[in-house]
């Protein structure tokens, strides 16, 4: 990758990258957004960089629907929707912000559900998580079920809610969190980008303010979850949060079998 300038009104930025197909999937459904540095080009990557080149960050990990048609298509649009809105997610005031983020759910939305009628598919869709960083606090979104943690000295926190039929029936007391999280309905996603031309069950979430001067952000695909446990999480990125934290995630998920595609970004200041 080339080398960035420091921009006067600096933001330093760190970030560590990994994307792996894992052990079953014959290609990678995953995509990512990382700022300047743009999408997975590639099936299998890792890498670091700090960035600071600007006051403020766009990140993001998309998940393409595995079960359905063309969700390396889906992750892809939506990613490479993210790097287009992403000057206007950076440059929108805070009471503004989940509005931008909408407006950039909606037009991916819109792109997924063409192509699925192009392409004459029964249905393609993507999951979204996203974090917009300015100075010490970042501003989280999500749609599906990839998820957002945030670490610090107290431990490791998921931010983000997962979409998915275990988790309403958690809510409404038919499933104990265990019984969610075991049952085949946490896999049975209710919202995603592709799911309606209309909108009408489209439902950003956003999320608390983080800040990341005291601790560090984890935005990944259900590929890493669905093998590692939280603690096991906290344990790698305790042990290993330094340049290679997305690579180390990576390899504990392939040792636990390696199942899904595993996308993993982890972001703190420089």
């Not at 792109?111 to 917009?132: D, H, P, Y």
């Not at 950003?204 to 800040?211: F, I, R």
């Not at 001067?213 to 790698?236: F, K, N, Q, Y």
């Amino acid at each position: 990758m080339r080398k960035l300038s420091k921009s006067a009104e600096a933001n330093p930025v760190f970030v560590s990258v990994a994307a792996n197909k894992g052990k079953v999937r014959t290609g990678n459904e995953d995509n990512f957004y990382a700022d300047i540095l743009g999408i997975r080009a590639v099936e299998n990557l890792c890498g670091h960089r700090v960035l600071n080149h600007s006051d403020a960050y766009v990140f993001g990990v998309c998940d393409g629907m595995g079960g359905e048609q063309f969700g390396d298509t889906a992750s892809e649009i939506a990613a490479l929707t993210m790097q287009e809105f992403s000057e206007k997610i950076k440059k929108s005031a805070p009471d503004k912000l989940h509005e931008t983020v909408n407006a950039y759910a909606d037009e991916a939305n819109r792109r997924i559900c063409r192509m699925t009628e192009e392409r004459k598919a029964n249905l393609s869709g993507s999951t979204f998580v996203m974090a917009c960083v300015r100075g010490d606090t970042a501003y989280t979104f999500s749609i599906g079920d990839s998820r957002i943690y945030y670490i610090d000295d107290s431990g490791i926190r998921q931010i983000s809610e997962d979409q998915t039929l275990a988790m309403k029936k958690l809510k409404a007391n038919i499933y104990t969190e265990e019984e969610a999280r075991t049952s085949p309905d946490a896999h049975k996603i209710t919202n995603f980008l592709g799911v309606d031309s209309r909108n009408i069950g489209l439902k950003t979430l956003a999320y608390e303010p983080l800040d990341i001067s005291r601790g560090m952000l984890l935005l990944c695909s259900d590929g890493l979850t669905d093998m590692c446990t939280d603690e096991e999480i906290l344990w790698v990125l305790t042990k290993y949060g330094d340049n290679f934290a997305a690579q180390h995630l990576v390899e504990l998920a392939l040792a636990r079998g390696g199942a899904d595609n595993i996308t993993c970004l982890v972001i703190k200041k420089a």
